[in-house]
């Protein structure tokens, strides 16, 4: 639970800086240039998952295992199959991406972004390396490395990419040519991650480890076999990412949207709408990660209690907490982006009704998070796979028809991804009645999802009446909207444990909030 609490918190804080970041590099590139910074960004993080998703799980359940048998030098020989593999891919995806700049560029339709590829490849190099370091280091249940790794990445790429932006500003430099110098950011700021961990592994052999490697081939066979699952699940997912780029870039020049409108409002979608969006099923992930153990030990004991239990309280633990950040999206997207990205009026209008689209998919994308935790929990690693290739087929397809037809034009791409998370839950939902069949009666339509619905278009309904009040009296909008935030929050909590959504059970088993329960 500490690694957990760890895990978590640094992802917050590493989802806050990004969201931080994107708000200075708006106001100097405009929305032109985020397009570029995005368009490169998408290709790196794709490839990123591909070579570095599954590997740092699979070194550390290899190292974790040889400990268990004190077997060290098989922990180090994993180690050293691992940080092989790595360097190629790193390699080869670094040699590709610079290489094939240009070409990539073309082929999403935005040739501007041709610098911020170039730019940007040097660091699927660096995080693969430091990829390594970090799964070794969890196989020691250490978690620290990982989470201040991320935290350096975070720091540097925003005060670095910001420093190097307003240089190339200075300098009088075209915006593709300034957007690179942004990117460059993240480079650097990978760069220097990895030298934090490598001294932290240097660290760790110092403190009395026998890191002395063994005789043989190495275990690239068992790393693969336990990463290619996690990888293909994790790459599926950003190819959605990469499907919205691709698209929406060409489909809407295709409907008379020149290739400059194209970019920004590609740059104004990737830049306010989706990390808004992303922020919450980031926040669930921990609760995840927090019951599934409990899934697991109850499988383990044969306990079918114990699984309907569980399966129970992560769904509608699930559904609690982002169904009234999904109406709450969907109702004041414009005020959050207001709120966030001051004195970019224009953004906010690009942005703010793809905001509201997107607030649709919260709740689904949340539990896509919940039910594949559930079916690998079973031993069901593949069917989360079959289940999200279904939903980018319908993404795609769903998005090239909506994205090309002048009447929905670039609502086309959160519509695709609502119908591509709806369908990606609906078979998980199928799949966990046929892998976990003891859980077919802990699925309660009414206290995993009416409830929480109920609940939460009072508290939202509540919010919306307080900020039209208040924002006729208050000069800000902002006043008022903080104001019937807080007073959303108070609704729902109340309505939540006098419906029974949430019990103090509950509380006691997420993160950091069973302590202040116990103490109370």
């Given amino acids: 639970m500490s690694g957990v609490i760890i895990l978590s918190l640094s992802t917050l804080i590493v989802k806050i800086i990004g969201l931080a970041f994107k708000i200075p590099m708006l106001s100097l590139l405009g929305m032109e240039g985020m397009g570029y910074f995005n368009s490169a960004y998408e290709i790196y993080a794709l490839l990123c998952v591909i070579s570095t998703a599954g590997l ?63 730019a940007i490849a040097p660091a699927l190099l660096f995080i693969c390396l430091a990829s390594a370091v970090r799964g070794y280091c969890q196989g020691f249940g250490n978690m620290k490395p990982t989470a201040v790794s991320q935290l350096i990445e975070a720091l540097a790429k925003l005060a670095l990419g910001v420093a190097f932006a307003i240089l190339g500003i200075k300098k009088g430099f075209s915006i593709p040519v300034i957007s690179a110098l942004a990117v460059l950011g993240i480079t650097i700021g990978t760069f220097f991650s990895l030298c934090y961990l490598l001294f932290e592994k240097r660290r760790l052999k110092k403190s009395g480890v026998p890191l002395r490697l063994g005789k043989g081939d190495g275990r690239a066979k068992e790393l693969v076999k336990i990463a290619l699952p996690i990888t293909l699940g994790s790459a599926i997912i950003s190819l959605t990412r990469i499907v919205d780029m691709t698209l929406m870039m060409r489909r809407l020049q295709e409907i008379g949207v020149s290739q400059f409108r194209a970019n920004e409002i ?64 969907t109702v004041f997207s414009r005020q959050i982006l207001s709120l966030l990205f001051q004195g970019q009026s224009e953004a906010v209008e690009i942005g703010a009704p793809l905001l509201s689209l997107l607030g649709g998919s919260v709740l689904f994308s949340c539990l896509i998070t919940t039910t594949n935790a559930i079916l690998q929990s079973y031993g069901c690693v593949g069917k989360p796979i079959f289940s999200m290739s279904v939903g980018v087929v319908v993404k795609a397809l769903s998005s090239y028809f909506l994205l090309g037809t002048e009447s929905v034009g670039a609502y086309g791409a959160p519509i695709g991804s609502l119908a591509c ?9 199928a799949l966990m009645m046929r892998c976990a069949k003891n859980t ?81």
């Fill in 421 to 429: 998370n709806v369908t990606v839950v609906l078979l998980n939902f």
């Fill in 56 to 118: 740092p799980v699979a070194l550390s359940i290899l190292v974790s295992s040889s400990l268990a048998r004190n077997d060290f030098c098989g922990a180090a020989t994993a180690y050293r199959s691992a940080k092989r593999i790595f360097f190629v891919f790193g390699a080869l995806g670094m040699v590709f991406m610079l290489f094939f700049a240009k070409i990539l560029a073309a082929g999403i339709g935005n040739e501007g972004a041709f610098y911020c590829i170039t």
């Fill in 266 to 329: 590609y740059g104004a979608y990737t830049t306010l709408a989706l990390p808004v969006f992303s922020l919450i099923p980031s926040l669930i992930t921990p609760i995840s990660m927090a019951l599934i153990p409990e899934l697991t030990n109850a499988i383990e004991r044969e306990s079918i209690h114990g699984q309907t239990e569980t399966v129970e309280k992560a769904l509608r633990l699930t559904s609690a907490f982002s169904m009234p950040a999904a109406l709450a999206l």
């Fill in 440 to 520: 077919q009666d802990a699925i309660s339509l009414s206290k995993s999802f009416l409830k929480p619905f109920i609940a939460s278009i009072f508290a939202i309904g509540g919010a919306y009446g307080v900020f039209c009040l208040f924002s006729s009296v208050f000069v800000s909008e902002a006043v008022a909207f903080v104001i019937s935030m807080a007073v959303a929050v108070m609704i729902y909590a109340l309505l939540a444990f006098l419906l029974g959504i949430l019990t103090r059970d509950d509380v006691t088993a997420l993160p950091l909030l069973n302590r202040l329960v116990k103490q109370k």
